[in-house]
């Protein structure tokens, strides 16, 4: 089978009601040396599995259904897609109708034509609630400081992704918490953006609430960068001189003023404080910790149940073998040292 130019990976999470237009814009499409279509089916509560299993069987462009055995989260779900992808270029967009396929050509050919590793989009006007526009701006925020990407570029989950990055990032990351975007700026620089329409939301609300935009942040935060536990260092520098400059003037007013000095409040203040910071501090090396933990005990990225495609007598399933790794490669039996023959 000869691969696709262009791979579009689809993270689906109840995406029923909208899947099936999604899929039916894109395969109206031309691409110049054809494209696929990679629908993740990330634990959707709804139908979304037996949505997507039917438009693997329709005939056009070839749908691939990807079924994990649970909800891993959005950058999971891409992952496991963009593991799968054979297109020289892989795009990846929501499955909510906000990116408007129309824009999917003009995206790929603007990678394509530019020699781009990574294309990002932006818009002139989100269609998102406040509050979610108010966490994005958060978010890219921190990335410009934690993260090595080109200040002020929106990281928008409309984007292009090259071959030589695709395949870099799917097999050389494989841990329980991906940040797509933190390990594309692990592989390149090479980047370019390009403004598109954004659509507002036709069908439910959006599927990210305060906890999971919460947890995303905190693989941006915590998977890429030490700058956190730098912080924390400051921290405890920063509070130490204080503590030290406070000693200094109580002993001072003692001296001065033959008595104990008064202030049972800003010390209980005081001391409040520092061990709220030295908590934070514990919590943060803590959570550092137990990310470590569980990769090293090997908790799955993801996990594929089964994967549908078309086949000559019709719907055909595959079933990974379970002794693969979540990125779909080979399982790595750990080497040890031989001990030397006497």
């Avoid at 292009?160 to 395949?167: H, K, L, M, N």
């Avoid at 036709?202 to 935060?221: C, D, H, K, Q, V």
Wanted: contains cysteine.
């Amino acid at each position: 089978m000869v691969d696709p130019v262009l791979s579009i990976v689809v993270p689906v999470y109840n995406g029923a009601a909208t899947i099936s237009e999604l899929v039916a814009a894109l395969r109206a499409l031309d691409i110049d040396g054809g494209l696929e279509i990679v629908l993740a089916v990330d634990g959707s509560p709804d139908n979304s599995l037996d949505v997507c299993k039917k438009l693997a069987a329709e005939p056009g462009a070839p749908v691939t259904v990807l079924s994990l055995s649970r909800n891993f989260g959005e950058h999971n779900a891409v992952m496991a897609g963009l593991a799968r992808a054979r297109g020289a270029f892989a795009i990846t967009m929501d499955d909510d109708l906000q990116n408007p396929p129309s824009e999917v050509k003009r995206l790929y050919e603007y990678a394509r034509d530019g020699g781009y590793d990574v294309v990002y989009t932006y818009y002139e006007e989100k269609k998102h609630a406040a509050w979610r526009n108010i966490g994005s701006r958060f978010t890219n925020w921190c990335a410009d400081k934690l993260i090595d990407k080109p200040k002020g570029l929106y990281l928008s989950s409309f984007r292009c992704i090259s071959g030589f990055v695709r395949e870099h990032i799917t097999t050389g990351y494989e841990g329980p918490y991906p940040y797509v975007d933190g390990l594309i700026f692990q592989v390149t620089q090479n980047v370019g953006r390009l403004q598109v329409a954004h659509l507002p939301r036709i069908e439910g609300r959006s599927n990210y609430t305060i906890a999971r935009l919460f947890r995303l942040w905190l693989s941006m935060f915590l998977n890429f960068s030490v700058i956190p536990l730098r912080f924390a260092t400051l921290f405890g520098i920063a509070f130490g001189l204080l503590g030290a400059l406070a000693a200094v003037i109580v002993v001072a007013e003692a001296i001065s003023a033959h008595k104990p000095p008064q202030g049972w409040a800003s010390l209980m203040v005081a001391v409040l404080v520092l061990a709220g910071v030295q908590l934070i501090v514990v919590g943060l090396i803590g959570e550092y910790l137990g990310r470590m933990f569980l990769a090293s005990n090997r908790k799955p990225q993801y996990l594929v149940r089964e994967v549908f495609k078309r086949g000559d007598s019709g719907l055909e399933v595959e079933r990974p073998p379970v002794n693969t790794q979540a990125a779909g490669q080979p399982y790595r039996v750990p080497s040890f040292p031989q001990e030397p023959e006497r």
